[in-house]
């Protein structure tokens, strides 16, 4: 098993998560599906994230499995159609992160 792969994912997700998601397109994308930009938001910051586990793992399975399933989780972090109101979605930031690395595991996983 390569665990260089797999901590290469991860710190992938970090840097897709965190350095390259500006702020605006953080505060968008809660209003997914509500709003267009916000829509956009939350696709171009998951697209993000299956470009970088795409480029990572030379899979493009692996990149659109990130993509998608990134954009889920987010959407059920962040929607306000969800929070109704409330300070967080469904979950907060530790299962949010949690629920992100087990589909990055997974994938590595499934391609080593």
Do not use: C
Not at 45 to 68: C, D, E, N, P, R
Not at 79 to 95: E, H
């Amino acid at each position: 098993m390569n665990m260089q792969l797999l901590l290469m994912m991860w710190a992938g997700h970090y840097l897709s998560d965190y350095a390259l998601q500006p702020a605006y397109m953080a505060e968008q994308k809660a209003y997914a599906l509500k709003t267009s930009e916000g829509t956009h938001a939350l696709t171009a910051h998951a697209s993000i994230h299956g470009l970088a586990a795409g480029v990572i793992t030379g899979s493009f399975a692996a990149g659109l499995a990130v993509g998608v399933s990134h954009w889920v989780i987010d959407f059920g972090k962040a929607s306000v159609l969800i929070k109704r109101n409330k300070r967080q979605g469904l979950y907060g930031i530790n299962i949010d992160q949690l629920l992100h690395f087990v589909v990055i595991l997974t994938v590595w996983l499934i391609i080593t």
